[in-house]
């Protein structure tokens, strides 16, 4: 059994910064990419970033620039920071491994292993 917990949402201002981190328990293996998604109110869950167990790491166009990807493997944390940040970065995001990160990259959220429950950031205008 595989747990994920993430913390560190809130709410930010425009423009302001915000580091989001997810600890994997359990059974976990370092093998395993890490990702993060996000879920904006009526809309679907969407992959945001992800990193290999290499270091290698992916983002989608909305966020390059802004929000950065690291973990550390010895602990099995993944974190997100983010910067620049817009209200149309306010969703609830969501942590996720699993042993291929093409899977996230695709979006098959289904086929996704393991899933945190999520922690809700709030960008204010």
């Known amino acids: 059994q595989v747990q994920l917990e993430e913390s560190g949402g809130g709410l930010v201002q425009a423009g302001g910064s915000l580091r989001l981190s997810c600890a994997a328990s359990?059974?976990?293996?370092?093998?395993?990419?890490m990702g993060w998604f996000r879920q904006a109110p009526g809309k679907e869950r969407e992959f945001v970033a992800g990193?290999?167990?290499?270091?290698?790491?992916y983002y989608v166009d909305s966020v390059k620039g802004r929000f950065t990807i690291s973990r550390d493997n010895d602990r099995n944390t993944v974190y997100l920071h983010m910067s620049s940040l817009t209200p149309d970065d306010t969703a609830v995001y969501y942590c996720?491994?699993?042993?291929?990160?093409?899977?996230?990259?695709?979006?098959?959220?289904?086929?996704?292993?393991?899933w945190g429950k999520g922690t809700l950031l709030t960008v204010s205008a």
């Open positions: 996720a491994a699993d042993l291929t990160l093409e899977t996230m990259i695709r979006g098959f959220t289904r086929a996704v292993d393991y």
């Open positions: 359990g059974r976990f293996d370092k093998r395993n990419a």
């Open positions: 990193i290999r167990s290499s270091g290698s790491t």
